[in-house]
Structure formats: structure tokens, C-alpha cells
């Protein structure tokens, strides 16, 4: 097994967030894809982070991360937002999300 620090872009701290929700192998995080490896950290409750993401985006594809721009880092950003509203903070209200958004609440799942 490769360790998922192996990947281009990817680095000690990714690595341990990544086997903290069960990946630990670069053939893992390659398998999962970006948008389903995302989740998982956002359903761990990660907080959301656009640039991390398509680090993860990139780093799959044997880019550097600053390789995104444009067009494509729009659709990124489209599919980013998606995958956001689709994982993060379900079962809070609209204000404790956007406090959330700011810092001001915890970022894990509401209990």
C-alpha cells in the first residue's frame, strides 16, 4: 500500500484526516475519487475548504494544486458547492449553519 502522502499536493496533516475516516492508502483515496473521499471527511465533520479540495482534485490527477484555474476551477467550485450542501452540517438550522460557517459553533454534526 501507498501512503496517501504520496499523491502530488497531498501532505502529513491530509493524510491523517484522510485515515481518520478509514483511507489509508493512496490506491483507496484513488479508488474513492475526490467528490466520495470529500465526503467522508465532511461527514467526520471537517469543516468545508474549497482549496482543499481541489488539492485533492489535482493531486489525483499528478497536477500541482495551483494548476486550477478558470473554467475548471469554476466547475470544481460548482461540484465543491454541491457536495458541500449535500454533506455538511444536515440536521442544524439555517442561522447554525451559517455560524458555523464563521466559526462561531462547532463543527460536528449536531447532536
Known amino acids: 500500500m501507498t501512503p496517501v502522502a ?3 499536493n497531498l501532505g ?8 481518520h ?3 489509508t492508502s493512496a490506491e483507496a483515496l484513488r479508488e474513492l475519487g ?7 471527511l465532511l461527514a467526520a465533520g ?15 490527477q499528478g497536477r500541482p494544486w495551483n494548476d486550477c484555474k478558470g473554467d475548471e476551477k469554476k466547475a470544481l467550485r ?4 454541491a457536495l458541500v450542501a449535500s ?3 444536515t440536521g442544524r438550522s439555517e442561522l447554525e449553519r451559517m455560524l458555523n ?11
Open 46 to 60: 471537517q469543516r468545508p475548504h474549497f482549496i482543499a479540495y481541489y488539492v485533492i482534485e489535482m493531486g489525483l
Open 101 to 111: 460557517q464563521i466559526g462561531v459553533v462547532s463543527a460536528g454534526p449536531k447532536a
Open 78 to 81: 460548482t461540484r465543491f458547492d
Open 87 to 89: 454533506h455538511h452540517d
Open 12 to 19: 502529513p496533516a491530509m493524510e491523517a484526516a484522510f485515515a
Open 34 to 40: 475526490t467528490d466520495a473521499a470529500y465526503a467522508k
Open 21 to 23: 475516516v478509514g483511507v
Open 6 to 8: 504520496a499523491i502530488r
